[in-house]
């Protein structure tokens, strides 16, 4: 057998992803900034490590995170719905094997 590398479709396919993940994070961390609670200081609504630290804090901190991942999760859900499983972005290289 040996494999034939076929050419990359495309350019910059790789990176076409890139804003989408962006966006996503972007979206997670405004979405748990904001269900923290008010009171809490400005570290801990910008970083979870910080405010599980924080007792007081620590179940608001899970339950803002768990929040953040679930919409991010729907929203990536609802963008990638109907791309077929499998497929392969443009200017990724494929591989064929052959006899």
């Known amino acids: 057998m040996r494999e034939i590398v076929t050419a990359r479709r495309g350019r910059g396919g790789a990176r076409r992803g890139r804003p989408g993940v962006a966006i996503l994070g972007s979206l997670a961390t405004s ?3 904001s269900a923290m609670p008010a009171t809490a200081p400005e570290e801990a609504r910008r970083s ?7 007792p007081s804090l620590a179940a608001a901190a899970r ?3 768990d929040t953040a991942m679930v919409g991010a999760a729907v929203l990536a859900l609802l963008l990638l719905r109907g791309r077929k ?3 392969h972005a ?3 290289p494929q591989t064929l094997v052959t006899a």
């Open 31 to 33: 979405s748990y900034a």
């Open 48 to 54: 979870v490590a910080a405010a599980v630290t924080d």
């Open 63 to 65: 339950q803002a995170y």
């Open 85 to 87: 499983a499998g497929a």
């Open 90 to 92: 443009a200017g990724e």
